[in-house]
């Protein structure tokens, strides 16, 4: 049985939601799915202060007592994850872009490792394509698993035709997703990641030490040791890719 949460960053129950639930109904048809919709609205989110306070000295000491920590644990509780966001002024709607915010020490210190995620955009005429690149790429960045996520068009009145579209994409979208939930949780990570993994913990080891909450992190994983943040299959090119990029980003770092 795998866990799928959608956070739903719409105000009320409209496209956006019903979308989602088409979505979970079609995961559920092709197996073993438990689902909860999570409506951001329905939680309280206290917009960040940029005090910096979470990367610094760690998310625990953020000054908001809210529901952050509530909707962390339910991602962790999770092995699949739905960001679905209406299009508003060509971005994700303020109640996702906040929540992201609160989430903005995950990138320096991630932990979603495993999960596999996508994303769903609804918007009336234009600008979702790149909501969905930007959800796409903040996944990464946050580690999950990511599939690519849908950019429906949901303007009212919806023709009979355009439902059959916003059907047909659902369907494609929840295949897709559904065959990744069900692969490996730990795959041999892209290069890109390779890349970027390799470069951070070598600049931090030589540009911090262990008064830094990142450091810290990093150490008590063993990530200074490690071949990527956790244990998987990789081959002999990417180890040995791996190690002559800590030397080249050793030699950058004590150059610069
Ligand atoms: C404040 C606001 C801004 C919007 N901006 C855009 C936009 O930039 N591009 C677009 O295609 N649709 C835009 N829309 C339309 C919504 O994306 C569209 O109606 C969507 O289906 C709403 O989702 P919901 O039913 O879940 O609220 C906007 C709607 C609102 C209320």
């Known amino acids: 049985m795998k866990k799928v949460t959608a ?3 719409s105000g009320r129950k ?3 939601y019903h979308a989602v639930v ?9 197996g073993d799915v438990d689902t909860e919709i999570v409506r951001l609205s329905e939680y309280d989110i206290g917009i960040c202060r940029g005090c910096l306070v979470c990367m610094d000295k760690g998310e625990e000491f953020c000054p908001f007592k809210d529901d952050r920590d509530l909707l962390i644990e339910k991602i962790m509780a999770s ?3 739905v960001l ?3 299009n508003y002024s060509f971005q994700v709607s303020g109640l996702m872009k906040v929540f992201l915010d609160r989430l903005g020490f995950a990138f320096h210190r991630p932990r979603f490792f495993g999960k596999t995620y996508t994303s769903i955009v609804c918007q009336g005429i234009y600008g979702g394509g790149k909501l969905v690149d930007y959800l796409g790429f903040v996944g990464g960045g946050l580690q999950f698993n990511v599939v690519k996520g849908s950019c429906l068009m949901t303007r009212a009145p919806i023709t009979e035709k355009q439902q059959h579209q916003i059907d047909r994409a659902l369907a494609v979208h929840a295949r897709r997703y559904y065959a990744r939930l069900q692969g490996p949780a730990y795959p041999t990570p892209p290069w890109v990641n390779l890349f970027f993994f390799r470069m951070g913990r070598t600049m931090m080891r030589l540009e911090t030490d262990d008064s830094y909450r990142d450091y810290r992190y990093y150490e008590e994983r063993g990530w200074f040791e490690s071949d990527y943040y956790y244990p998987t299959e990789m081959g002999v090119v ?7 990029f800590d030397a080249v980003f050793a030699t950058v770092a004590r150059k610069s």
Do not use: E, R, S, Y
């Open 7 to 9: 956070i739903v960053g």
């Open 14 to 16: 409209g496209h956006t």
């Open 84 to 86: 679905a966001t209406p």
């Open 238 to 244: 990417k180890k040995g890719a791996g190690k002559l």
């Open 22 to 30: 088409q979505f979970l109904d079609n995961l559920k048809a092709m």
């Open 79 to 81: 092995d699949g994850i």
